[in-house]
Nanobody, 123 residues
């Protein structure tokens, strides 16, 4: 059974940095695409970044390109989201997700989800 557990959220000032972690377990993820999504109150869940576990290829939402970096550690079965130059509009619950095959920017194409971690950026 796939399990995804996020950590690393918190409160940070505008311009600050945070690193989110996602611990993946339950199977070998070599053929999986891993994504980070976020959801702010009253808004739809939106794509942030994704990484192909085997190739390491990445993709980002335009809103975070150049500020966020997604990476993975194959040995530890971990996926990370390094977030720099944070803005108040980055405030949301951040979710880690996994899907068989290539990455996708569509949340409904992901099969497995973590419980989420809150990121709050104060102005």
């Amino acid at each position: 059974q796939v399990q995804l557990v996020e950590s690393g959220g918190g409160l940070v000032h505008t311009g600050g940095s945070l690193t989110l972690s996602c611990a993946a377990s339950g199977r070998t993820f070599n053929n999986y695409g891993m994504g980070w999504f976020r959801q702010a109150p009253g808004k739809e869940r939106e794509f942030v970044a994704a990484i192909n576990w085997s190739s390491g290829s990445t993709r980002y939402a335009d809103s975070v390109k150049g500020r966020f970096t997604i990476s993975r550690d194959n040995a530890k079965n971990m996926v990370y989201l390094q977030m720099n130059s944070l803005k108040p509009e980055d405030t949301a619950v951040y979710y880690c997700a996994a899907r068989w095959g290539t990455t996708s920017s569509e949340f409904y194409e992901y099969d497995y989800w973590g419980q989420g971690t809150q990121v709050t950026v104060s102005s």
